[in-house]
C-alpha cells in the first residue's frame, strides 16, 4: 500500500508539470490555463492527503 500512496503522490506531481507547461500567464483565468490552474490545485491536494495517510498509517502501526 506504501508504494501505491508513493506512486500516486508521483502522478500528482506529473500532472502539476505538465499543467504548469500550458499555463499563460498573461490570461491566468481563461481557456486552458484555468483547467491548468484546477488541476495543480487538484494534484496539490491529493499530495497533501496522501502524505496525511501515509503519517497515520505510521502512527497507526507504532500505537496499534
Not at 16 to 30: P, T
Not at 32 to 52: E, F, G, K, Q, Y
Amino acid at each position: 500500500m506504501k508504494y501505491f500512496i508513493y506512486f500516486i503522490i508521483f502522478l500528482a506531481i506529473v500532472f502539476i508539470g505538465v499543467s504548469v507547461s500550458s499555463l499563460d500567464l498573461n490570461a491566468l483565468l481563461e481557456g486552458d490555463s484555468a483547467n491548468a490552474l484546477i488541476v495543480i490545485l487538484a494534484s496539490l491536494c491529493v499530495i497533501i492527503l496522501m502524505s496525511i495517510l501515509l503519517v497515520s498509517r505510521t502512527i497507526s502501526r507504532k500505537h496499534g
